[in-house]
């Protein structure tokens, strides 16, 4: 079944025969491509599939922007901080373009979507050759051609805003051990603080058939931890014409043959359900892990957000979950300062986390982000004030975590063993089911496999084993 809103193929091969060109145009050198990414996991795998279009045009990995022939750098526009380091690293680029006229810079991604960002690069940053936002990476061959043999900068943050999904496109992962997934992209849900609908497009899913066949590629190379992405995964089938939805994409992705374990993110809680939880609780293969974001422990401040849901819902879908799956692995993230907050909102927040009891949370202080409705707000709480609510939230997950963290102690896990660690009596890191880090030690242990071990130690935020040979 073909997806209406996918890029239709010829445009797919007129890419690849840029990509045909470019590598043609380099035959008798070898030059070398360096990527740099700022924010989110989709930007990371956005920058994969550079890096595969970049590869198949005949370049190698850079160690170094210093080495590099070509810079790609993939941005992020959650925080406005998150742009002022981007435009920082490309002001200090100036002096390799300067050194090497024929260096290619190049920005993509979420913060170059925005119109009056594309301006400001135009006028400020003469270093920088070529500009693509969200809707045009797929074009990314083209655009670079243009940029090689023009005599003008080339930028485009053009393409549909509902969106368009192109398959068959290259992509060079890192390592061999974990894959991100992406099976859907694009936000409709508008939170008030939050810039990503305005960049990223209104959502829009893959189709099945191609989610799976990706997925039996990445089993048949050997990859064993692969996470589904979206920016609201739940929200995964609305807009297709066939009858599917999340639940029924991971039933169909956990009837995959081979041994591996499926992951996700990130879940929302208006669109939790009870069908996903047991459908979590089902399937063998699916990590019994759930990153699912509250914000705030204050209906008046979920209100503020456009969240969609209480707090009193948050609780009761995940006295549910645990239901189903008593291991259950439970992160979350919390944003700490958001406008109109009071201390009785806050408290709110304090509550929630101790009657929960996450394993782990993401917490950051509230930033205005221009160009949403929660950048007009009234804010009238001063930094110091925010600051101590922070760090009085820190030193509240640590006391709820801490007890959790040591339950796990001289419990038998099934980990996976991906890298390597600087602990000489545990030299390899792995994870569990619910993603929890473990520094691991055994003469049978190889990166890539699972393995069982003992837990000999634990901290607030690591696990300690030993293998267990059969």
């Not at 119109?115 to 045009?136: C, N, R, W």
Request: charge should be negative; proline fraction near 4%.
């Amino acid at each position: 079944m073909t997806n209406s809103r996918a890029v239709p193929q010829e445009q797919i091969r007129h890419q690849l025969e840029f990509i045909d060109f470019i590598a043609h145009m380099q035959r008798d050198k070898q030059p070398r491509a360096f990527t740099a990414t700022y924010g989110c996991q989709q930007n990371e795998a956005d920058t994969q599939r550079l890096a595969g279009m970049l590869h198949d045009m005949g370049y190698a990995k850079a160690d170094s922007a210093e080495d590099a022939d070509i810079i790609v750098v993939n941005t992020c526009a959650v925080r406005e901080n998150a742009e002022n380091r981007v435009l920082g690293t490309i002001g200090a680029m100036a002096h390799l373009k300067k050194n090497n006229p024929d260096l290619i810079i190049a920005m993509c991604g979420c913060m170059v979507q925005q119109e009056h960002m594309t301006e400001k690069i135009k006028k400020s940053y003469p270093q920088v050759d070529l500009v693509f936002g969200t809707h045009a990476l797929w074009r990314f061959p083209e655009l670079l051609y243009r940029a090689m043999t023009g005599d003008k900068r080339v930028f485009d943050i053009s393409g549909d805003a509902a969106g368009e999904i192109a398959e068959g496109l290259p992509v060079l992962r890192d390592g061999k051990v974990h894959a991100w997934l992406s099976i859907m992209y694009g936000c409709n849900n508008f939170c008030t603080y939050c810039i990503v609908p305005y960049v990223r497009g209104r959502e829009r899913s893959r189709v099945p058939e191609d989610i799976e066949a990706e997925l039996r590629a990445l089993v048949r190379e050997g990859y064993r931890d692969i996470t589904l992405l979206g920016q609201n995964v739940n929200s995964y089938g609305k807009d297709l014409a066939q009858d599917i939805d999340f639940s029924d994409l991971l039933y169909r992705l956990n009837a995959v043959e081979g041994d591996f374990t499926l992951r996700f993110m990130t879940s929302h809680p208006k669109d939790a359900s009870h069908k996903l939880f047991d459908t979590m609780a089902a399937c063998d293969k699916v990590a019994k892990q759930l990153h699912l974001p509250f914000q705030s422990g204050s209906d008046d401040i979920l209100r503020r957000m456009n969240r969609g849901y209480t707090a009193q819902q948050y609780r009761g879908l995940i006295d549910y979950a645990r239901s189903k799956m008593p291991e259950l692995t439970l992160s979350s993230d919390i944003i700490v300062g958001f406008p109109g907050e009071n201390a009785q909102d806050f408290a709110q927040t304090l509550e929630l986390v101790r009657a929960v009891g996450f394993d782990m949370l993401y917490t950051f202080q509230y930033s205005r982000r221009s160009g949403t409705p929660a950048a007009e707000y009234p804010d009238d709480t001063p930094h110091e004030v925010k600051q101590a609510r922070f760090e009085e939230l820190l030193r509240t997950q640590d006391a709820c975590a801490e007890p959790r963290m040591k339950a796990y102690q001289d419990k038998r896990l099934r980990v996976l063993v991906d890298g390597e660690s600087r602990h000489a009596d545990y030299p390899f890191t792995a994870r569990t089911d619910g993603g929890l880090l473990v520094y691991c030690a055994g003469n049978g242990l190889e990166i890539g496999s699972f393995a069982e071990i003992i837990i000999e130690k634990t901290a607030l935020r690591s696990l300690f084993g030993r293998e267990v040979r059969a």
